[in-house]
């Protein structure tokens, strides 16, 4: 059964050979740069080490085009203050310890959102791959691994165009402009995907949200289902109407509050299921049933104490989950710097015993 | 009173600045508006975040509608008259650039009555010893977004201990990975789980 089988099957329910092989959400750069001093081969990928079955995405450019002007507008020792491509103005540490501290968006006013908006343009033709053609889509229906098509942002990308205080202010202030912002969202990505769905039977397709933290949802069910409902639903009924059955929406946190809302809207797949946030995926299993697939719940902090840590975290889940299907393993995040190499090696060696026991 | 406090409970932001002259006009002392009717209004807005009616937008707005009313209030109120219960100097620990918690517990101890130290963020050790000598908070806060640089905490609380301070404040700790467990392994006095119970936490403390 090669990798695309086994996805689809796995998603299914229809009894593939084994669980997908996969670490989905991926690895902090600074944790490879210290497995290459604790064994992992100097300039190796994690992904030709480990093996992990492979998957693709359709690379389309959701950003603004033209992109803005990046650049370095003050630095030192310790940070750097830039613009980045997609108008956000960052602080960085050079440490490279922490994601950026978000300055100045580009988002301030309503008409600042009127001349930004012309940047996204679905139908420009630099949004698909240079070799987009029969070729390309000939090789994305016959390769022998899942490939996905990415949807965008709904929340997580108005909330970069303002930032997440403005955003949440503005669901009161100025819901049109809010309104707005996601109708354009949901608009914008059926016209984008529209020659690539139309042409390629896609195995997934992925949301970005990341609208939770550890004491639930940004936002509350009712501004979900006011503003974002009707657009997740445009979005993926136009995308099931293409042929996609699995939709997942990747968002860190504890989205309990609104995964009934996400189910409602047509999505069927949730990850990474942050277990420090109170995500379990035994217990979103047996509350949602089958119609609910999942990826990860595996606690990256098990990982950082130790093999008994570990053993208990999978223990705990996997012989149900991999028993059950419609279930990908993975650490509940980006592998971070403090999980040793020796430890990520043990957790795989647990992970591929219980992958075939489905 | 009540029509400020509601104003705050229901993140009327249009409503708020009329009702805080309405009392202005009607020579209610601007702190009694402050303590009485805004105050009042926060702590009703974290009962309801504690009971999930309200979320972290909610929370961000009743902090906005808040800073509204204080537009019209401010200009009234005399020096001294906001009685401050207790200081808390807070900021990110070094390595870590996240301020959208800090910041909401920032503006929850401002409603409560603290006076605040705000440190901003990647808050070296030092800098947290060197506050602790010269602000003489009642608590210190941290915070911290990732597993990878919550260990400065750690650092911070020996900083402390060296420098024999470390007596001198409560502190309290928060953030995405962080536990009571956590909390007590590294000798902090209390890990908060969200904003409002760490406001809570710090009003129980100077009560």
């Known amino acids: 059964m090669n990798a695309r089988e086994r996805f689809r099957r796995t998603m299914q329910y ?60 003050d630095e030192d020792e310790r940070y750097r203050v830039e613009v980045r491509t997609d108008g956000i103005t960052v602080k960085v540490l050079k440490t ?16 600042d959102w009127e001349k930004l908006r012309k940047r996204y343009d679905p139908g420009d033709p630099r949004r698909y791959p240079k070799t987009w053609g029969d070729e390309l889509i000939d090789y994305y229906n016959t390769v022998d691994h899942p490939v996905g098509i990415h949807l965008g942002s709904c929340f997580g990308w108005a909330r970069f165009l303002m930032s997440l205080e403005k955003l949440a202010i503005s669901f009161y202030r100025e819901p049109d402009l809010v309104h707005e912002i996601m109708d354009f969202w949901a608009d914008f990505t059926v016209q984008l995907i529209k020659p690539a769905v139309e042409a390629v039977k896609f195995d997934f397709a992925t949301i970005w949200e990341d609208m939770a933290y550890k004491n639930g949802p940004h936002i509350s069910p009712r501004q979900f289902r006011e503003f974002m409902l009707p657009n997740y639903k445009k979005v993926t009924e136009y995308a099931k109407s293409n042929g996609i059955d699995i939709i997942m929406v990747d968002t860190d946190g504890n989205h309990e ?36 697939r999942l990826v990860g719940n595996i606690d990256k902090t098990a990982l950082v104490s130790g093999k ?43 992970i591929k015993q219980c992958i075939t026991q489905v | 009173m009540g029509k400020i406090r509601d104003a705050i409970v229901n993140l009327d932001i249009d409503g708020v600045q009329n009702a805080c002259k309405e009392a202005i006009e009607a020579d209610i ?61 807070i900021g990110t620990v070094r390595g870590d650039l ?38 003489n908070p009642d608590i210190l806060g941290m915070s911290a977004l990732l597993t990878t640089t919550m260990i400065e905490m750690e650092s911070v609380i020996k900083a402390l201990k060296e420098a024999g301070v470390r007596d001198k404040v409560k502190i309290i700790i928060g953030g995405a990975p962080i536990t009571q467990e956590y909390a007590d392994r590294i000798g902090a006095d209390a890990a908060a789980r969200d904003a409002v119970q760490g406001v809570n936490i710090c009003k129980s403390w100077v009560a």
């Not at chain 1, 480990?50 to 450019?61: H, S, T, V």
């Not at chain 1, 277990?275 to 299993?285: D, E, K, L, Q, Y």
């Not at chain 1, 990908?328 to 990520?344: K, L, Q």
């Not at chain 2, 537009?71 to 005399?78: A, G, N, Q, R």
Request: proline share 7%.
């Open chain 1, 257 to 292: 509050a609104l995964t009934p809302l996400f189910l409602e809207g047509g999505v069927n797949c949730l990850y990474p299921l942050e277990v420090r946030a109170g995500m379990n995926a035994v217990s979103i299993r047996k509350k949602y049933g089958r119609e609910l």
């Open chain 2, 29 to 89: 002392p601007a702190y009694k508006a402050v303590t009485d009717g805004m105050a009042k209004g926060m702590v009703i807005v974290g009962e309801k975040y504690e009971n999930n009616e309200y979320f972290l937008a909610e929370l961000i707005m009743a902090g906005e509608t808040m800073k509204e009313g204080m537009i019209v209030l401010e200009p009234h109120l005399k020096s001294g008259d906001l009685k401050k219960i207790g200081k808390v100097a």
């Open chain 1, 308 to 350: 008994e840590a570990i053993k208990r975290e999978i223990d705990s889940k996997l012989p149900f989950l991999a028993r059950d299907q419609g279930y990908i393993p993975s650490v509940d995040h980006c592998v971070p710097a403090d999980v040793p190499f020796e430890h990520f090696r043990y957790y795989l060696s647990l």
């Open chain 1, 96 to 111: 490279n310890t922490s994601m950026p501290g978000f300055i100045e968006f580009p988002v301030k006013t309503r008409s």
């Open chain 2, 98 to 135: 996240h301020d959208i918690g800090k910041n909401v517990v920032v503006t929850l101890l401002g409603a409560a009555g603290f006076d605040i130290v705000d440190l901003g963020v990647d808050v070296p050790s030092e800098k947290f010893v060197q506050t602790v000598k010269e602000d």
């Open chain 1, 14 to 73: 229809e009894n593939p050979d084994r669980l997908p092989f996969y670490q989905f959400i991926g690895f902090w750069p600074e944790t490879i740069n210290r497995w290459y001093s604790e064994g992992l081969p100097l300039g190796m990928s994690v992904q030709d080490y480990f093996g992990f079955d492979k998957r693709e995405m359709i690379p389309l450019d959701y950003g603004p085009i033209p992109q803005f002007v990046p650049k370095t507008l």
